[in-house]
T-cell receptor, first 112, second 113 residues
Framework: SAVISQKPSRDICQRGTSLTIQCQVDSQVTMMFWYRQQPGQSLTLIATANQGSEATYESGFVIDKFPISRPNLTFSTLTVSNMSPEDSSIYLC?????????FGQGTRLTVV | GDSVTQMEGPVTLSEEAFLTINCTYTATGYPSLFWYVQYPGEGLQLLLKATKADDKGSNKGFEATYRKETTSFHLEKGSVQVSDSAVYFCALKSSAGSYQLTFGKGTKLSVIP
């Protein structure tokens, strides 16, 4: 199994600012995934982050808005840039070990 | 593309009641199917999974059977407990590509004593 520590667990931010979310895993993993869970909606994949290469973004998500770093096999960050109230969501990181996906506890972001 | 349709919530049940949360999917090929649970303040945890048609996943008294003919993976439990109160997500992984999951919207279950 994998233990994922995600920080911060929640934050309230002013519009126009940026927030960086950190994800630390207790195992070395090739792929890390970032999801967004908007209020009352399902989880939507934002991007896949592989160590040593650029993140791969899903349709509707761009690097300028959601830059991702993946400096090593146990850590990744997601930045939500130039925030607006529409960015208020829960953001989750996820890793795969074997055939099972594990998730962090999520970051609940509120933009005011 | 792939999609998962899940029973709308919230669902409120009395303790020891029978639970069914419906889940149907649209996908090409033979996806793997999952149920995840999210307890208050925690991350998603895998509850059970099934990787091929007619497989039954089970864990903690919960069961779900992979029905390809009806493209369904309904979650059931014979007798729910207060501790089962959580949000339940149905998800699928495509038979091709990397390990990306497509999720349903989630169903919030509240069990009252």
């Amino acid at each position: 199994s994998a233990v994922i520590s995600q920080k911060p667990s929640r934050d309230i931010c002013q519009r126009g600012t940026s927030l960086t979310i950190q994800c630390q895993v207790d195992s070395q993993v090739t792929m890390m995934f970032w999801y967004r869970q908007q209020p009352g909606q399902s989880l939507t994949l934002i991007a896949t982050a592989n160590q040593g290469s650029e993140a791969t973004y899903e349709s509707g998500f761009v690097i300028d808005k959601f830059p991702i770093s993946r400096p090593n096999l146990t850590f990744s960050t997601l930045t939500v840039s130039n925030m607006s109230p529409e960015d208020s969501s829960i953001y989750l990181c996820s890793v795969v070990l074997g055939t099972e996906a594990f998730f962090g506890q999520g970051t609940r972001l509120t933009v005011v | 593309g792939d999609s998962v349709t899940q029973m709308e919530g919230p669902v409120t049940l009395s303790e020891e009641a029978f639970l069914t949360i419906n889940c149907t999917y649209t996908a090409t090929g033979y996806p793997s199917l999952f149920w995840y649970v999210q307890y208050p303040g925690e991350g998603l945890q895998l509850l059970l999974k099934a990787t091929k048609a007619d497989d039954k996943g089970s864990n903690k008294g919960f069961e779900a059977t992979y029905r390809k003919e009806t493209t369904s993976f309904h979650l059931e439990k014979g007798s729910v407990q207060v501790s089962d109160s959580a949000v339940y997500f149905c998800a699928l992984k495509s038979s091709a590509g990397s390990y990306q999951l497509t999720f349903g919207k989630g169903t919030k279950l509240s069990v009252i004593p």
